[in-house]
T-cell receptor, first 116, second 114 residues
Framework: SAVISQKPSRDICQRGTSLTIQCQVDSQVTMMFWYRQQPGQSLTLIATANQGSEATYESGFVIDKFPISRPNLTFSTLTVSNMSPEDSSIYLC?????????????FGQGTRLTVV | GNSVTQMEGPVTLSEEAFLTINCTYTATGYPSLFWYVQYPGEGLQLLLKATKADDKGSNKGFEATYRKETTSFHLEKGSVQVSDSAVYFCALRGWYSSASKIIFGSGTRLSIRP
């Protein structure tokens, strides 16, 4: 199984600013995903990070608000732009060794973001 | 599209009780099914998985059987412990390569009383 490290683990940010979250995997993974988890809620997929091309966003999420980079097979970043209190949430990075259905995904510990 | 419906929580049980957390899914093709667990203050960990019909996933005393006829993947444990207190998520991964994202259920919070 892969080990996924996220930085920062938590942050408190002013509204209108941006925060970039880093995700580092200790081995190469085919797929990387970014999720949002509101307190006490389930995980909502933001986007699939594609290496060398633009991320694939889910309905309700746009690149201008959540730009994502994936320069190689072990690293990705998610930026939360022009933050508002509604963006306060836990952001989770996930990786999967392959894109096939029978492969599980592994998760980082998450980044707890509070926007004031 | 694909979806996962999970038993509402919270669920509170006494130690050594029998546990069932229901999970049903909607999907085309042959998805894989997973149970993840999230302990307080931690990230998600894979608990068990099943990748085809009638497969049984098991780990740490937990079991779940992939039932295609009822589109279900219920989580069971014969005797729960206080250390099992956590949030449990049922999840599905689509069969097609273009749908290989993982979809999660709403989560079920489990509390075990000593």
């Amino acid at each position: 199984s892969a080990v996924i490290s996220q930085k920062p683990s938590r942050d408190i940010c002013q509204r209108g600013t941006s925060l970039t979250i880093q995700c580092q995997v200790d081995s190469q993974v085919t797929m990387m995903f970014w999720y949002r988890q509101q307190p006490g809620q389930s995980l909502t997929l933001i986007a699939t990070a594609n290496q060398g091309s633009e991320a694939t966003y889910e309905s309700g999420f746009v690149i201008d608000k959540f730009p994502i980079s994936r320069p190689n097979l072990t690293f990705s970043t998610l930026t939360v732009s022009n933050m508002s209190p509604e963006d306060s949430s836990i952001y989770l990075c996930s990786g999967s060794g392959t894109g096939s259905a029978d492969t599980e995904a592994f998760f980082g510990q998450g980044t707890r973001l509070t926007v004031v | 599209g694909n979806s996962v419906t999970q038993m509402e929580g919270p669920v509170t049980l006494s130690e050594e009780a029998f546990l069932t957390i229901n999970c049903t899914y909607t999907a085309t093709g042959y998805p894989s099914l997973f149970w993840y667990v999230q302990y307080p203050g931690e990230g998600l960990q894979l608990l068990l998985k099943a990748t085809k019909a009638d497969d049984k996933g098991s780990n740490k005393g937990f079991e779940a059987t992939y039932r295609k006829e009822t589109t279900s993947f219920h989580l069971e444990k014969g005797s729960v412990q206080v250390s099992d207190s956590a949030v449990y998520f049922c999840a599905l991964r689509g069969w097609y390569s273009s749908a290989s994202k993982i979809i999660f259920g709403s989560g079920t919070r489990l509390s075990i009383r000593p």
